[in-house]
């Protein structure tokens, strides 16, 4: 089992810059990829970055390359997500995932191949 919780959603204007958490807590925090995705009303739930279990492999979707960062700290079993230059269309409840799967030798983009899901933060970006 494991527990996520998001935080640090909020509303800021564009070009602003939020870091959200996700804290995890369960089975050994190291062994398991995170992914964050988001969905904003009336759209699909979509793939945002994903990172792996060690932190030494990321991946980003194209429409946040260059503007959101994703880290890990494994000693405090928290992954972080810098987004900067934040656009209106930014705005969306953000979600952390965790893919448990080991063998998998991919960051997956996929929602229904990660395990366990935060509750959600909510980020709004103001024009």
């Known amino acids: 089992q494991v527990q996520l919780v998001e935080s640090g959603g909020e509303l800021v204007q564009a070009g602003g810059s939020l870091r959200l958490s996700c804290a995890a807590s369960?089975?050994?925090?190291?062994?398991?990829?995170v992914g964050w995705f988001r969905q904003a009303p009336g759209k699909e739930r979509e793939f945002v970055v994903g990172i792996s279990y060690s932190g030494d492999s990321t991946y980003y979707a194209d429409s946040v390359q260059g503007r959101f960062t994703i880290s890990r700290d494994n000693t405090k079993n928290t992954v972080y997500l810098q987004m900067n230059s934040l656009k209106p269309e930014d705005t969306a409840v953000y979600y952390c995932?965790?893919?448990?799967?080991?063998?998998?030798?991919?960051?997956?983009?996929?929602?229904?191949?990660?395990?366990?899901w935060g509750q959600g933060t909510q980020v709004t970006v103001s024009s």
């Open positions: 369960g089975r050994a925090f190291n062994n398991y990829a």
């Open positions: 995932a965790a893919d448990l799967n080991r063998s998998r030798r991919y960051l997956s983009t996929t929602a229904r191949d990660y395990d366990y």
